[in-house]
């Protein structure tokens, strides 16, 4: 038999309740595989006691026949969900030593549906960045590398240890966030599976806070039906986030396997960016066509204000930062550098502990936000906002039931390719993904083939609020006609 | 739009963050780069628009207004750089 995390999740989850294997010997494989793994630094923090010992309360669950859904799976948690009595970082060395006394309302339901957790994920600092650069534990290193190179090439972000750890078989599935396309982008440069759910299906509780009308969890795994078993134990209903929807959480795994037939397809027009590589738009093209082949309806349609997402998105989510960020204090927890008064502590310490990226969007969500800036900026873009929604409403209206687009607009670069002094390069990354947040409409990546250089590319889906289970549907359509990419060569390993 | 040194220096106060004067002009260039980028949007035409105050059409949850939980002191001061007796201690505030 092959090496245990070679399974899926959900492989791996039937053949433990077949007891082919333990949960103990599942957990023994995937510490093993993180140890020899480090170079990627894809973790923050490795936490294999615990993972042992939640695999011996697993395993004692199975001999009893009363396993949970997700009973001894062996997972990774992005550092940004709060971990009780285990450190969060955020990336930032600004919580350095932070050891929260609670546990965040979606790691808390994965332990409740029997998860095993192998430690904390790497990330962009804060969750802002498109590459993992911005952390400061270290790039995380993409297992991918093209073709006859040994470039060191990015994982993409901020989810980068998440889409990492899994893409290189460190876990069988990773938890992550998404304010501007942190699951998807990450999911896509990695050949791995990435949703978005509709803002409020998870619970934003005990999760590090960046743009709060922004940000979802999600889950990043190898395969569609991975990402279904495990959004189904994330999400749920929570009192203690006034945003998380009192909705009940369908069965997303029975979703996966729905089919496209009769379902209609948008394509969006404006998608069709200038300067698009090829390849990208014949990957976009043959999505189309394997759906339509599924028996699906194609349907070219327009959203015409979505280039206007992307700069009203770096208006609105600086804005909520600089407000969210603002409890960093030196005064509660995380690092504090002295001074004689207040004002000084609190500038010193932000100074030695945020990031460059990080102070700059404080910075600009300062400037945005403060007198005679308000109208102009930010409520001009929270208008715009709503053109972008009221577009996606009037395509669902016409009775499109998903859209397909690109997941990127490249595949994934080399480590540093993008330091320039211009960060509005970086962002441009984003740029297929964002409109998704802006709207709060669900969003999945799903792996579709690789580049000329040998690297992975990603499409979209995105479909109408609360209809995860559709995007399941679409997304196993054309995970099946695409067939698993080639996984990397372990020369981490 | 475009920002001056002197309003580099302003925000970082305003946002509480120590900026040196080296760093003035690289974060006055990279802010710029930013404001030039969301320039575009005063291109929209968003005369009558409600601004979006609501991602998803929800109602605000509510609940009792009772005491739901409390008594852990121990538990908020825990990570604190500095406390005693359960309070936080910073710099003299007031003279």
Redesign the interface.
């Known amino acids: 038999m092959s090496e245990l995390n070679e399974l899926t999740l959900a492989e791996a989850r039937d053949g433990l309740k077949a007891k082919r294997f333990s949960a103990r010997e599942l957990t023994q494989v995937h510490i093993a595989a993180v140890e020899k793994a480090r170079a990627l630094n894809a973790f923050i923090l490795e936490t294999p006691e615990r993972a042992l010992a939640q695999a011996e309360v697993s395993d004692r669950k199975i001999a009893a026949g009363e396993a949970r859904p997700l009973e001894g799976l062996p997972l990774g948690i992005k550092d940004l969900f709060c971990t009780h009595g285990v450190t969060t970082t955020a990336g930032s060395k600004i919580l350095e ?6 546990e965040s309302a979606v790691t808390a339901n994965l332990w409740r549906d029997g998860a095993v957790m192998l430690g904390k994920l790497n990330l962009d600092e804060f969750a802002m960045g498109s590459s993992n650069e911005t952390s400061a534990y270290g790039n995380v290193v993409s297992p991918w590398r093209r073709t006859g190179s040994d470039a060191q090439i990015v994982p993409g972000g901020s989810s980068g240890g998440s889409a990492a750890a899994v893409a290189a078989h460190l876990c069988l599935g990773a938890t992550a966030t998404d304010t501007g396309g942190s699951i998807r982008q990450p999911a896509a440069f990695t050949g791995t599976v990435g949703i978005k759910p ?3 299906r998870c619970s934003r509780w005990g999760t590090v806070a960046f743009a709060s ?2 940000d979802q969890a999600g889950p990043i795994a190898r395969t569609v039906r991975d990402c279904a078993v495990l959004l189904a134990s994330m999400a749920g209903p929570d ?1 203690r986030d ?2 998380c ?2 909705l009940p959480v369908p069965d997303f795994e029975a979703a996966v396997s729905r089919g496209v037939k009769g379902l209609t397809i948008g394509i969006p027009k404006e998608y069709r960016v200038d300067g698009m590589p090829a390849e990208i738009q014949k990957l976009w093209d043959q999505g189309a066509a394997w759906l339509k082949d599924a028996g699906a309806t194609i349907k070219e349609i327009s959203l015409p ?1 979505t ?2 997402a992307l ?2 998105y ?2 609105v989510a600086p804005a909520e930062a ?1 407000s969210n960020l ?1 409890r960093y ?8 550098v ?11 310490t ?2 030695a502990g ?1 990031g460059r990226e990080v ?2 969007r ?3 969500g ?2 945005v936000l ?1 007198a005679g ?1 308000y109208d ?2 930010y ?9 972008i ?1 009221r577009d996606f409403e009037a395509a669902y209206a016409e009775g499109v039931d998903a859209i397909l687009t690109p997941a990127t607009p490249s595949a994934a670069f080399g480590i540093g390719e993008k330091a320039s ?4 390069e970086m ?1 441009l990354n984003d740029v297929f993904t964002v409109t998704v947040n802006m ?2 409409l669900p969003g999945i990546a799903v792996p579709a083939g690789l580049d000329s250089q040998g690297l992975p590319l990603g499409l979209q889906l995105i479909g109408r ?1 609360f209809d995860e289970e559709t995007l399941f549907a679409v997304a196993q359509t054309i995970e099946d006609a695409a067939g698993r990419t080639a996984l990397p060569k372990p020369w981490w390993a | 739009m475009s920002v001056d040194a002197q309003t580099v220096r302003r925000i970082a106060h305003l946002a509480r963050i120590a900026v040196s004067e080296e760093d003035v002009a690289p974060l006055q260039g990279e802010l710029n780069a930013i404001l030039a980028f969301v320039e575009q949007l005063g291109a929209v035409d968003v005369s009558g628009v409600e601004p979006m105050t609501s991602v998803t059409p929800m109602r605000m949850k509510k609940r009792e207004d009772v005491v739901t939980e409390g008594g852990r002191a121990t538990d908020i001061v825990a990570n604190a750089p500095e406390t005693e007796d359960h309070y936080f201690l910073v710099p003299k505030v007031v003279e």
């Open positions: 030593g932070f050891e929260p006394h609670y509709t803002y409020g009308s922004l009192a006034t945003t929807v009192d204000n280039q206007y700069p009203a770096y208006i600089s603002a204090d030196g005064v509660r927890y995380g690092l504090r002295p001074a004689n008064d207040i004002v000084g502590l609190y500038e010193n932000r100074a945020f102070k700059r404080i910075m600009i300062t400037y403060s800036y102009a900026y409520v001009r873009a929270q208008k715009i906002r709503t053109l929604k002094a211009d960060p509005v962002y709207a709060g609020p």
